[in-house]
C-alpha cells in the first residue's frame, strides 16, 4: 500500500514510510553497522601498512630550503619578504612553521590510507591555543587555518608529531624526550579517535569539553602554563589593541599610530577599499549577527604584518566603534590557495573545486572546531580574497619550544588529542578508529617519521642560515 505522498507504508515497523533523504545516512542495522566501518578501517591496513608510516623518502627533484622559499614568496608583498625570511631562519621550528610547503611535498610520497577529513593543513605544535567564546569564555583548539583542505589526516599527524620534536629540541629536551614527545603526540590522537568510535554521534562531535582536556590527555605538568596563558589571553582584547595602536586625531577622530614595519597606516585609496569590501563581508555573516555589526562604525583601516609562514601577505586591521566609543577590531587578512592543494593529487585526492580562498579557510575552520570566532566572514579587496575575523579575541598560546622538558610530552597528548576531534568532525572517527587499531605500531611509525623529519628540516634550516650569512636571500631579524 501506498500512501498519497507516494512513500510505501505497512511494510515494517512504520520506518518504510521514511524516504531515504540526500544528506542523511541511509538506515543502518545499529552495531552490524559499527563493525562494518570498524572493518572497513582495518582493511585499509593492506594499503597502508601503520608500520610503513615510519618511511620518509625524499624526491631528488626537491626543491633545496632557498628555492622553497623563494617560490612561496611568490605574489607576497615583496618589501616583506625579508621578514619572513628573518623570521624563518631564528630556528629550525620556526623554519618549520613557515614551511607547510615544502613539507606538503614531502608528505605527498608517504603512505595513507585514502580516508579524507578536513585538514588544519598548517597543524604544527604553536596553532593550538586559547580564544574567546560568544560570551567571553576561553576554549582551546586548533586557529590557524589558512592551509585548511580536505586531504589525508596523516598529513595533519606526521606535521604536528614532527614540530613536536623540533620544539623539544629548541626547548632543550633530549633526544629521547622529544622522541616521547612526537610519540605520546600520535597515542593521545589514536586512543581519542577510538573513543569518539565508540560514543553516540551528538556526544563524540562535542567530546572532550576544555575542563576535561587535562585530565583525559594525563597533562597535569601543564596546569600552572595554561593558567598563566589563560590569564593573559584574557587581556588579549580589542580595546587593549586599540588603547595601544590608536589616538585621537585633531579632528575628533581615532586613528591608527605608524608602528613601522608591524603596523603602518596605509593612503585613502587603500583604506576606502578594504572598508568597502567590508559590505559584501557582511553577506557572509550568520544573520543574527548583523544587529551587533550595525552598530559600529568604521574609523580606520591600517595594514598590518602577521604571524611566520604567513608574513608578506596582504592583512589589515580595520577599527570599529561603537556609540561609547568603544573599539571593536577586525582583521581583513588575505587568503591565498592552500599550499597543501598542487600535491593531493599524488596522494591520490582530487584537486579542490575554485572557490573563494577566504571562504574555503572560514568554513574549513568551522568544520574543524568546536566552537568558532561568531564574526567569521570573507570579502574581496581589489580583486583579491580576504577572510575576516575578529582580531586579539582573548587569544592566547603556549609557546611550544620554551617548555620545560617534563611538559614536551603532556603539551603533545593535548594538541594530539585536540586534533582528533577536529578530524573526526569530517572522517568518521570509527574507521580511522579501526585502521589505528589497539596497539602502538601507528604510534611508534609516526615517531620515527617525527624525528627523520626533524632532522631533515635542522638541514633545510642550515641551509637558509647559510644562504642568508652569503647574501643569497635577504633576512630581516629582530622583527
Not at 147 to 157: C, K, Q
Not at 234 to 258: I, L, M, P
Not at 459 to 468: N, S
Request: net charge neutral.
Amino acid at each position: 500500500m501506498t500512501s498519497e505522498a507516494g512513500y510505501k507504508v505497512g511494510a515494517g515497523l512504520g520506518s518504510s514510510r521514511i524516504p531515504v533523504v540526500e544528506g542523511f545516512a541511509p538506515r543502518a542495522a545499529g552495531a552490524g553497522e559499527r563493525r562494518s566501518r570498524k572493518a572497513e578501517g582495518k582493511a585499509l591496513r593492506e594499503r597502508a601498512p601503520r608500520s610503513a608510516h615510519r618511511t620518509l623518502t625524499l624526491d631528488a627533484g626537491r626543491p633545496d630550503a632557498v628555492r622553497a622559499v623563494e617560490e612561496s614568496s611568490r605574489g607576497r608583498v615583496a618589501s616583506l619578504t625579508p621578514i619572513r625570511v628573518g623570521r624563518m631562519a631564528a630556528s629550525p621550528f620556526s623554519f618549520l612553521r613557515g614551511a607547510a610547503g615544502l613539507m606538503a611535498y614531502d608528505l605527498a610520497g608517504t603512505p595513507v590510507t585514502g580516508t579524507a577529513a578536513q585538514l588544519c593543513g598548517d597543524a604544527h605544535a604553536a596553532n593550538f591555543g586559547l580564544y574567546g567564546d560568544a560570551r567571553g569564555r576561553l576554549v582551546i583548539d586548533l586557529n590557524d587555518f589558512d592551509e585548511t583542505v580536505v586531504g589525508p589526516w596523516e598529513w595533519d599527524v606526521k606535521r604536528l608529531a614532527a614540530s613536536l620534536v623540533l620544539a623539544g629540541r629548541e626547548a632543550g629536551a633530549d633526544e629521547d624526550t622529544c622522541r616521547q614527545g612526537a610519540f605520546d603526540t600520535v597515542g593521545a590522537y589514536r586512543r581519542t579517535m577510538r573513543l569518539m568510535a565508540k560514543l553516540p554521534v551528538a556526544d563524540a562531535w562535542n567530546a572532550i569539553a576544555d575542563e576535561e582536556l587535562v585530565s583525559h590527555t594525563d597533562a597535569r605538568d601543564l596546569l600552572g602554563t595554561l593558567e598563566r596563558v589563560s590569564e593573559k589571553a584574557r587581556k588579549n582584547t580589542s580595546a587593549r589593541f586599540a588603547a595601544r595602536s590608536t589616538e585621537r586625531a585633531d579632528d575628533g577622530s581615532c586613528r591608527f599610530v605608524d608602528a613601522p614595519p608591524v603596523l603602518r597606516r596605509v593612503p585613502d585609496e587603500e583604506a576606502a577599499a578594504v572598508a568597502s569590501a567590508l559590505g559584501e563581508y557582511l553577506g557572509t555573516v550568520a544573520q543574527d549577527r548583523l544587529p551587533l555589526l550595525a552598530r559600529y562604525a568604521i574609523h580606520d583601516v591600517a595594514f598590518r604584518v602577521v604571524g611566520t609562514g604567513s608574513v608578506g601577505t596582504r592583512s589589515y586591521v580595520v577599527l570599529l566603534l561603537d556609540h561609547r566609543g568603544e573599539p571593536l577590531v577586525l582583521q581583513v587578512k588575505e587568503a591565498r590557495a592552500s599550499v597543501l592543494a598542487p600535491y593531493l593529487p599524488k596522494a591520490g585526492f582530487p584537486l579542490p573545486e575554485p572557490v573563494h580562498e577566504g571562504r574555503r579557510v572560514v568554513l574549513g575552520q568551522k568544520r574543524m572546531q568546536v566552537v568558532s570566532d561568531i564574526l567569521l566572514g570573507w570579502c574581496t579587496v581589489d580583486g583579491l580574497p580576504f577572510q575576516v575575523r575578529q582580531f586579539r579575541n582573548r587569544k592566547g598560546s603556549v609557546d611550544p619550544a620554551a617548555l620545560a622538558a617534563d611538559q614536551v610530552d603532556d603539551y603533545g597528548r593535548m594538541t594530539g588529542a585536540l586534533l582528533a576531534r577536529a578530524h573526526a568532525h569530517s572522517a568518521d572517527p570509527r574507521t580511522v578508529a579501526g585502521y589505528l587499531g589497539k596497539n602502538e605500531e601507528f604510534d611508534e611509525a609516526v615517531a620515527d617519521f617525527a624525528v627523520a623529519y626533524a632532522d631533515r628540516t635542522e638541514a633545510d634550516h642550515a641551509v637558509l642560515v647559510e644562504a642568508v650569512r652569503t647574501g643569497r636571500i635577504a633576512a630581516e631579524t629582530g622583527v
